[in-house]
């Protein structure tokens, strides 16, 4: 804290995990806490997630359980009907009522939630991109963006997203330069280039598999779809109607993988659809993720993280449905293989697949997408500033693989511990919290994190009167 200005918070990444904890932070300390978001996009609470402008890219749950603020669980339901958002998109409805709307429209309800506390400069955007953070020779810390500018903050949150895609190497290698190669689909026009009857291979067959597919259906494509990854396992849809959860975990929680696999299968009704049984497998996920010791947590991810992803993270059922009638007409496959080579010439880029049955195939394709997700083992080395601080040890190795290590508290370990002034807010966390992939998992998290800088800054403002 210096001079007569209230303790700065800096806050880097402003997607959702970022926006969410600007939010309540500004809600929580008030005028008391000065606030710098950094992001270099023009919009803040979009992310990757929610700033596409697909009309076919939909929220993959329904938008009753969508909300920014956990005291306000219908906030975003409202937000809708209050701006006749879905005014156009009569296939956003479902005829249960559920609805499943653009992605974009998530984006902007946050905007505008944030719209106050912007206008007040509580929160303060900058769009700029940070390279360096460093302990500043005051108190707290010394953040320089990548334009060269300088700014003091008592506090600095890590909000930023996961690395970059990261295509399998033997797709990079052998397609690069290529045209039609999608290294990355999130790109700006990625998928303009593909042509409507162009044979196309999608390698990876989760979410973003599901949304290359329904983008391209959108642009008028017809040609043959070829969707592979190791398993072949596509994202599940959600039940029919509404369903209750069921089930319990966490009474006593179980202290092995082999254990938790195990009482999932004994749960498990014929009567009841699965779905509601995930359902309480993910509002129990953090107490039953802090329960595993280490090895355990790591065997989970080894061998069942695969089979949680298709399930946990289900696609619209308005998604879903396409992808079914692609399977039935023929015009999409999803199987399992992986790849053996990959090279181009004239006649279009060819593939040597190795289906999961054994047999090995060479195929030729005019387009080939990479839809195989983040590089989260490269988390450290993704973005400057994180770099420098895993060189300063002020950061260290996630054990788990699957983020950034912090305390119970969210508070960054490094080799001498957890640092009371620094924290990892939204996915980049779960590694200690395991469920904090999705809503309303990450806005629960933003709030522990804005309490927990209210407690970080009464040490500053305690500090500074002594």
Not at 91 to 103: E, I, T
Not at 172 to 188: C, E, I
Not at 417 to 425: E, I, K, P, R, T
Request: proline share 8%.
């Amino acid at each position: 804290m210096t001079n007569d200005l209230p303790p700065t918070v800096a806050i880097i990444g402003g997607g959702f995990s970022g926006a969410a904890t600007a939010y309540h932070l500004a809600r929580i300390g008030g005028d008391a806490v000065r606030i710098l978001l950094f992001e270099p996009r023009d919009a803040i609470g979009a992310g990757l997630a929610y700033s596409t402008l697909d009309p076919s890219h939909r929220v993959n749950v329904p938008a009753r359980r969508m909300t920014l603020d956990p005291d306000e669980p219908d906030q975003f339901s409202d937000w809708l009907d209050q701006n006749d958002a879905l005014g156009d998109d009569p296939d956003a409805v479902l005829p249960d009522g559920r609805r499943f709307p653009a992605r974009h429209l998530f984006g902007r309800y946050v905007r505008e939630m944030l719209e106050p506390v912007l206008a007040s400069r509580r929160v303060r955007h900058i769009r700029s991109a940070i390279a360096r953070v460093r302990p500043s020779t005051r108190l707290g810390w010394a953040l320089e963006t990548s334009g060269g500018e300088l700014y003091q903050a008592d506090v600095v949150v890590i909000a930023t997203s996961h690395p970059p895609p990261m295509p399998p190497a033997i797709l990079t290698g052998g397609l690069a330069g290529q045209p039609k190669f999608v290294a990355d689909p999130w790109a700006p026009d990625a998928l303009d280039g593909i042509d409507a009857s162009d044979r196309v291979l999608i390698v990876g067959t989760g979410l973003t598999m599901a949304d290359v597919v329904a983008s391209l259906e959108r642009k008028g494509h017809a040609g043959p779809i070829t969707a592979i990854s190791r398993r072949g396992q596509r994202s599940r849809a959600h039940a029919r109607k509404p369903v209750e959860s069921y089930g319990d975990f966490l009474t006593p929680p179980s202290r092995t993988a082999l254990d938790l696999v195990r009482r999932v299968r004994r749960a498990v009704r014929p009567d009841r659809p699965w779905q509601g049984l995930f359902d309480c497998l993910r509002t129990q996920g953090q107490g039953i993720w802090r329960a595993l010791p280490l090895a355990e947590r790591c065997r989970l991810i080894r061998h069942i993280r695969p089979f949680w992803d298709t399930h946990r993270f289900r696609i619209a059922p308005q998604v879903d449905a396409l992808l079914d009638r692609r399977l039935a007409s023929g015009s999409l496959e999803i199987y399992a293989a992986s790849l053996r080579s990959a090279d181009a010439d004239a006649d279009g880029l060819h593939v040597s697949l190795k289906r999961r049955c054994g047999r090995t195939e060479r195929r030729t394709f005019d387009a080939v997408v990479a839809t195989t997700g983040p590089g989260h083992s490269d988390v450290l080395t993704s973005q400057p500033f994180l770099a420098d601080l895993f060189n300063a040890g002020r950061a260290v190795v996630d054990p788990t693989g699957l983020g950034l290590p912090v305390d119970e508290k969210s508070r960054l370990l490094g080799k001498n511990g957890a640092n009371g002034s620094l924290f990892v807010a939204g996915p980049l966390a779960r590694g200690q919290f395991g469920e904090l992939m999705g809503l309303p998992e990450v806005t629960h998290h933003a709030v522990l994190v804005a309490n927990g800088i209210i407690e970080a800054l009464s040490c500053v403002m305690a500090s500074a009167a002594e």
